[in-house]
């Protein structure tokens, strides 16, 4: 895993006050979901540093055993297999996406 990374995230303002659909079928703007202050978005487009880098790799089926045992994953990826989609709401999946959280990096918060 690099030490240190450079990652910055270039989006159109239009992108982030676009209406979207989240939990429980509400409509909500981007920018409201993402916790950014619409004051923030006073140009064009804006620059966001990505701070935290973790990335899923959703693999097809008949791949997935061949990947797991050709590559060395780094410590931010993660992996899981296609068909594990279905079941996004399973406990188990919900344990493993928590533990892609920063927090989860850290024993005790307090």
């Known amino acids: 895993m690099p030490t240190t990374h450079s990652l910055i995230l270039l989006a159109n303002r239009n992108w982030f006050i676009e209406q979207i659909i989240v939990q429980g079928g509400a409509q909500m703007r981007r920018h409201e979901v993402a916790n950014i202050p619409l004051n923030l978005l006073t140009y064009n487009s804006i620059r966001i540093p990505v701070r935290n880098l973790r990335v899923l790799y959703v693999i097809p089926n008949t791949e997935y055993l061949n990947w ?3 590559h060395v994953p780094s410590g931010y990826e993660f992996f ?5 989609l279905k079941s996004y709401n399973a406990p188990k999946v919900q344990e493993f996406l928590r533990r892609m959280s920063v927090r989860s990096q850290f024993y005790t918060t307090r």
């Open 68 to 70: 797991m045992s050709n």
């Open 80 to 84: 899981m297999k296609h068909s594990s």
